[in-house]
């Protein structure tokens, strides 16, 4: 049987790209095409790296092959990218003056409370403080932060689109958390995710602070490698729990951002739940989770205990209500936070 490459081209008439309104062959996204019997090859071209109607141009365009040439019809389609996503040029350093990825070994272990309150303790102490929530899969620092009812508005740079981040407590922050419903799971794989970090990287408008904290998913894993090959890390902080459990898999992190392919310098340890103290005894503590772990950890891989968090209720009602310990410096937790924050400072020179 013999089809001609124009009744191809006739077919993709039909199919309209659903953001543009635009049918694909007045677009120029159809090239290539091979005819081989009912083999059909051909090249879809798209404008961005990451088209989200992508995967529905495809089926489309099989369906209309199928519709207006031949029911039996095999279709091979290509996929290629004109251009990267619209996204200013790469350049060492563009983004912050220090970078840091805050991450731990296991989820539970209050990652991503550690990395709020130390990002507003650092605005507390004069800095310019940006925070990127890459915990993609489950983003909470919209709730910690109190900036669910807000979102980030888009401007124009220098021909790019940028976002803006919001801001609270004197920290700009960006979160895919603004970008989905509240109670939807993302279901994503490693590159749709991995991009969408990319996006709130490269897009953000972050105004080069002094710090951009960047709270990562726990474990190891996708997210954490195109975090360093993006941007250029300037060191990472460790958050553990004192129990024996956590500070196997704390080892695993340190050792994720020592491996060659990462090679990140480790600025520190961070024990948080360290001890129970009830708000009405401040002078009482009762070691629910261990004695000292993180501790002696930081002592065999030869880096700093930068700080030791205690747990109280505050912390949990500070984080439901969007209003972070560390708001009240003066509260036990709150004087911690402003230690961590201070011995960061101090130990990134030393790095």
Same mark, same amino acid.
């Given at each position: ?17 659903? #953001?543009? =309104? *635009?049918?694909? +062959?007045?677009?120029?996204? %159809? ?6 019997? @009912? ?63 805050? #991450?731990? =070994? *296991?989820?539970? +272990?209050?990652?991503?409370? %550690? ?6 303790? @650092? ?198 209500n969007g209003q972070p310990i560390i708001t009240n410096e003066n509260s036990i937790t709150g004087k911690a936070f402003m230690e961590l924050a201070q011995n960061l400072t101090e130990e990134?020179?030393?790095?």
């Amino acid at each position: 049987m013999n089809i001609a490459a124009e009744e191809i081209i006739g077919a993709f008439r039909h199919v309209n790209h659903p #953001a543009v =309104g *635009k049918d694909i +062959v007045e677009l120029n996204m %159809v090239s290539d095409v091979y005819v081989n019997g @009912l083999n059909i090859e051909l090249t879809l071209t798209f404008a961005k790296a990451q088209d989200p109607m992508k995967n529905t141009i495809v089926k489309a365009c099989e369906k209309a092959l199928r519709i207006y040439v031949h029911p039996d019809i095999e279709p091979h389609i290509l996929v290629k990218n004109l251009r990267p996503v619209n996204e200013p040029p790469k350049k060492q350093n563009q983004y912050a003056k220090n970078i840091i990825a805050v #991450a731990s =070994g *296991k989820g539970g +272990v209050g990652k991503s409370t %550690v990395a709020v309150n130390l990002a507003v303790a @650092l605005a507390k102490m004069g800095y310019s403080v940006g925070l990127l929530d890459a915990d993609i899969y489950g983003p909470s620092m919209l709730k910690m932060l109190g900036v669910e009812n807000m979102k980030p508005t888009v401007k124009n740079s220098e021909g790019h689109d940028m976002i803006v981040p919001v801001e609270r407590y004197g920290v700009r922050m960006l979160s895919i958390g603004f970008f989905v419903s509240p109670g939807d799971a993302l279901i994503w794989r490693g590159p749709m995710a991995t991009n969408a970090i990319k996006q709130l990287i490269h897009q953000g408008d972050w105004d080069k602070p002094d710090y951009l904290l960047i709270d990562l998913p726990p474990g190891t894993g996708d997210v954490h490698l195109t975090i360093v090959q993006e941007v250029p890390v300037t060191g990472a902080v460790i958050v553990s729990t004192p129990q024996e459990v956590a500070l196997a898999d704390a080892v695993k992190g340190i050792n994720m951002f020592r491996n060659d392919k990462v090679n990140v310098p480790i600025l520190g340890l961070v024990e948080n739940m360290a001890w129970f103290t009830p708000e009405e005894l401040p002078d009482k503590r009762y070691y629910i989770f261990g004695n000292g772990g993180c501790k002696a950890l930081a002592a065999r891989e030869g880096i700093r205990l930068l700080g030791q968090i205690p747990i109280v209720q505050g912390i949990c009602e500070g984080g439901d209500n969007g209003q972070p310990i560390i708001t009240n410096e003066n509260s036990i937790t709150g004087k911690a936070f402003m230690e961590l924050a201070q011995n960061l400072t101090e130990e990134l020179p030393i790095r």
